[in-house]
């Protein structure tokens, strides 16, 4: 069976950094997209960023551009998510994501198949 297993969320101060991994297992990612997407308190979940995870090409929600990068490791099957410049509003359960999106990537929950659990990621002074 696929697993995702996210890993890395804490408490963190505003203007901090945090790394999340996304640990996936169960079978070989060509082909896919991977994503994470968060979920703040209260809210709809919302995308964050997709990732091929045969090139390494990137789609970013425009909340978090030239703060988080997202990345790969294809030996160790794990995904990642840098954080960088952390602001309140970043606070939410971010979830990894992955489906069977041939060429494209795409920031819509529909098209994901397989999802982690979630870890918290709360920014607070």
């Known amino acids: 069976q696929v697993q995702l297993v996210e890993s890395g969320g804490g408490l963190v101060q505003p203007g901090g950094s945090l790394r999340l991994s996304c640990a996936a297992s169960?079978?070989?990612?060509?082909?896919?997209?991977m994503a994470w997407f968060r979920q703040p308190p209260g809210k709809d979940r919302e995308f964050v960023v997709s990732?091929?995870?045969?090139?390494?090409?990137?789609y970013y929600s425009d909340s978090v551009k030239d703060r988080f990068t997202a990345s790969r490791d294809n030996v160790k099957n794990t995904v990642y998510l840098q954080m960088t410049s952390l602001k309140p509003e970043d606070t939410a359960v971010y979830f990894c994501?992955?489906?069977?999106?041939?060429?494209?990537?795409?920031?819509?929950?529909?098209?994901?198949?397989?999802w982690g659990q979630g870890t918290q990621v709360t920014v607070s002074a």
């Open positions: 990732l091929s995870w045969s090139s390494g090409h990137t």
């Open positions: 994501a992955a489906g069977p999106i041939k060429n494209g990537l795409s920031s819509s929950t529909k098209l994901y198949d397989y």
């Open positions: 169960g079978r070989t990612f060509s082909g896919y997209a």
